[in-house]
């Protein structure tokens, strides 16, 4: 049988979209959740905190068998390529992995190579994409009762970068979103062709936060920038485009406040805002284990 994957935000129809964050918030308001009998694999090779914790959080609640394979002590270090270690994975008896890499464009390849019994979900992958952080970032809105045709989001920060931004821009997309508007120092503004063309670009954070509903503040990625954009001074960088209340205070009174994590205080944002009453940032964690429980029964059942 042909297993399902999900791989990017272009991949599921209209349809699969609207049921997983239906679900998601429907089971984050109580509704039981459908019990599974599968066996399911979290393969990260990349440090993760909330993403690995929640992935087997919602497939622990579900009833789902749970390997974690942790990528830096799996036998990739005697130079086993990934494709050999899923394809040993599902002869075992696993029948999805959940990858996360470092490497841009792996889980699409991947998709092509693996035997198409094994589901597949992308948990991040280098700086391409990371479909499940956009449908719970999208489900968190939701729950919170904001009607996405309506409003206008922001996205900030490293945006080069953040294949974060590049899902959720995808997926506010074929939402109908009212507007996205784009902030960022320059030099991590994202390349054309990238997924973010057609978008406002703002050169300053105050004049992108009028009007504002929501604003998604991105993680300044240290570890995928190269020499030349590497030496950014983080305080230059907070005075500059990090979050305040004084700038939160240009945007909607009720504007929403959200960050993927790990959040950076004092750079991406000042404390009181993480800390604040619009922000979502704990609102986001506690939907990623609703959401992700919704793909796991999306993709299985
Ligand atoms: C993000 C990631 O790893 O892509 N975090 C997450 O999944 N919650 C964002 C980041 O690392 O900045």
Not at 47 to 54: D, G, L, M, N, Y
Not at 229 to 257: F, I, M, N, Q, S
Request: one cysteine or more; glycine letters at 8%; aromatic letters at 4%.
């Amino acid at each position: 049988m042909k297993a399902m994957r999900l791989i990017d935000i272009d991949g599921p129809s209209l349809d699969m979209i609207e049921t997983i964050m239906d679900r998601a918030v429907a089971l984050s308001k109580g509704s039981e959740p459908l019990s599974q009998t599968h066996t399911i694999a979290n393969v990260f090779f990349e440090p993760s905190t909330r993403t690995r914790v929640s992935f087997e959080m919602a497939a622990t609640r579900l009833g789902l068998r749970v390997i974690n394979l942790d990528g830096e002590r799996s036998s990739m270090t005697k130079g086993e390529s990934v494709l050999d270690t899923l394809a040993t994975l599902h002869a075992m008896g696993v029948e999805l992995a959940v990858l996360r890499h470092d490497q841009t464009g792996i889980c699409h390849e991947l998709s092509e190579q693996l035997p198409s019994s094994l589901g597949l979900i992308n948990a991040g992958d280098g700086c391409g994409h990371h479909p499940t952080q956009a449908l719970l970032d999208a489900a968190t809105l939701t729950a919170k009762g904001v009607h996405l045709s309506e409003v206008k989001v922001v996205i900030c920060g490293d945006l080069r970068h953040s294949r974060v931004a590049r899902s959720n821009v995808a997926l506010l997309k074929r939402l109908g979103v009212g507007e996205v508007g784009l902030a960022g120092p320059e030099g991590l503004m994202p390349t054309s062709g990238s997924g973010f063309d057609g978008l406002r670009h703002y050169d300053n954070l105050d004049a992108a936060l009028i009007d504002a509903d929501v604003v998604m503040m991105l993680r300044v990625q240290k570890e995928r920038m190269d020499a030349s954009d590497g030496r950014l001074d983080l305080a230059d960088y907070h005075r500059h485009w990090g979050l305040t209340a004084e700038r939160l205070a240009k945007a909607k009174p009720e504007c929403w406040v959200m960050h993927p994590g790990p959040m950076n205080r004092g750079v991406e944002l000042s404390a009181q805002v993480a800390d604040g009453p619009q922000s979502l940032i704990l609102d986001q964690a506690r939907m990623s284990v609703f959401t992700r429980m919704a793909i796991f029964e999306a993709l299985l059942s």
